[in-house]
């Protein structure tokens, strides 16, 4: 029988990495293509507007758009697979090394924040489902109703004003202070890790507080949505039979929720979690943009801005290369605990 199931489980995930690269692939199609017909001149942009008609030429065949399309997209994807996508203009040096360089800022702050939505958004949809219709169920619906409709743009410029300009409880823009910018060597690109590696405790504490405002308003943008899928989670489980039956059989209320209704919701919370994670690693661009943050989400707008196409192919990839890794995590989670799978 195990083997059976071992045979069965190799198969869905053969299966499912084969639908990955079909998707990887189209994703790099796509990509190419939108690159090639948005209304923006990457020659242009490197000539500069007051370049005469031979140069424009010169570079307009040296970056090969004189060849067919599927001939460029021939040439895009062998380099693509030697780890080339092209040169950034903005900065001049190959765009893998701008991302590897920009992305820890933006991981640093998307992790913070997911671990202040899921820690607050998980026991908030749980308690909201557990009391439901009553006045605890209506705030936290209500708090998670104002946490997903209200611009996070808005709800960061309110933040800096309150929380850093009049009260100065926080750090203001940027990952640090001026003064002590490039006092710690990078060596992950983690300001909090690079500071505990060079044992700089004025830098942790200082990169701390720059972090906590912006990494908490997006912790509250996504523990609204996590609440609310909680919320329905716990409602489909607490309304099943098995419950009713833990409380005939004179289970507290504790364990009637947390050992059995939500236990049963884990793999669902772990899929939720996992997307709003990659949702906070590409969406973060509005938050980078207001506290002047130095991750990916301010790259990709300062590279739309300037026309930049292999900089901006470049991040799109990134963020679809993210989401079908953890969708397909996700795949694996349920076939790993999720007993339904398992036939």
Known sequence: MMMTLTRNQCRRISHR???????????????????????????????????DQATYQQVYHQLGFDKPLWVQFGIYLNALLHGDLGHALLTGQPVVHDILRVFPA??????????????????????????????????VRMLSLAGYSTPIFWVGMMGLLLFYAHLGWVGGAGRVDFSLDGIVPRRTGFMLIDAL???????FRN????????????????????????????????????????????????????????????????????????????????IETVFSWPGFGSYLTGSLMLGDM???MGCVLVVGLIFVLLNLISDLLYQMFDPRTKV
Do not use: C
């Not at 692939?25 to 090639?36: H, S, V």
């Not at 590696?197 to 830098?203: D, S, T």
């Not at 833990?246 to 209704?261: D, F, S």
């Open 310 to 312: 292999n900089a901006v």
């Open 197 to 203: 590696l060079a044992g700089n405790g004025q830098v």
């Open 106 to 139: 933006t991981v640093e702050l998307a992790t913070l924040a997911i671990v202040i939505g899921a820690g607050l958004g998980v026991p908030l949809g749980v308690l909201a489902a557990a009391r439901r219709n009553s006045v605890i169920d209506y705030l």
């Open 207 to 286: 990169a701390l507080n720059h972090l906590v405002l912006p990494a908490s308003l997006l912790g509250f943008h996504s523990m609204a949505y996590i609440s609310r899928m909680t919320r329905s989670f716990m409602l489909a489980q607490l309304s099943q039979e098995f419950i009713l039956t833990a409380r005939v059989k004179g289970l507290t209320e504790w364990q009637v929720i947390w050992q059995h209704a939500f236990r049963n919701i884990l793999v669902q919370l772990l899929t939720v979690v996992a997307l709003a994670y990659g949702s906070l690693l590409e969406g973060a661009v509005l």
């Open 17 to 51: 990495a084969m639908q990955v690269l079909i998707t990887l692939f189209g994703l790099l199609l796509l990509t190419f293509f939108i690159g090639r017909v948005m209304p923006l001149d990457p020659v242009l942009a490197i000539v500069g507007p007051d370049a």
